[in-house]
């Protein structure tokens, strides 16, 4: 049985440097700066996407509602002409930081607490640093970096903003696996 108490610590710990790591990727060496890029047409583009009053949601175009639609000749000159894209609508406003950041916190927790628990699961108490280290980092990894790939196959994501997140969630797991071996019990 595995105790829920004995894995705090070691995630409150994971989830401190990884959110101090996340920072650091991300404001002060902004190594995911060139992920994101600007349309010629930006303003024009928000005016088109604005006036079909679209809640926050995921949207694709062009929209297709089943598969025997995507044969269709309109639809296939819809794919011809493009463009084909995926788009995350988020609500109006400036980013709430504080809300999202709490997210971040949050997740990073409970993926330290899961991959706390798949280690304990597995292992036994007196596990050498770097067993505990190779289990949780495992288990880290495919909590941070997952789901990366599939983004790039079904979602268009350029798959060298694939391959910098999969370093991020390789960095994270390492800070995981890390706290969890140097304070196993």
């Known amino acids: 049985m595995v105790s829920w108490t004995d894995l705090l610590l070691p995630a409150a710990a994971s989830t401190g440097l990884v959110f101090v790591a996340s920072s650091l990727v991300h404001m002060v060496f902004q190594w995911h700066k ?3 890029r600007a349309l010629a047409s930006e303003d024009a583009t928000r005016q088109a996407i ?10 694709v175009m ?8 995507s044969a269709e000749p309109a639809m296939q000159a819809k794919y011809q002409e493009g463009p084909n894209a995926v788009l995350y609508v988020g609500p109006n406003g400036p980013p709430a930081m504080g809300k999202l950041l709490g997210a971040w916190v949050m997740y990073s ?6 991959a706390g628990y798949v280690a304990k699961s597995a292992l036994p108490a007196d596990a050498p640093y770097l ?8 288990a880290a990894f495919l909590g941070y970096a997952g789901q990366a790939a599939s983004d790039s196959i079904w979602k268009f994501k350029p798959w060298i903003v694939t391959f910098r997140s999969m370093v991020d969630g390789l960095l994270y797991a390492a ?3 890390g706290a969890f071996a140097w304070l196993w019990q």
């Open 34 to 36: 060139p992920d994101y």
């Open 109 to 114: 927790f409970v993926l330290s607490l899961a």
């Open 62 to 69: 062009p929209h297709c509602g089943d598969m025997k639609q």
């Open 175 to 177: 800070l995981t696996a």
């Open 50 to 59: 604005r006036s079909g009053h679209p809640t926050p949601g995921q949207y």
């Open 131 to 138: 067993t505990v280290f190779q289990a949780v980092g495992a």
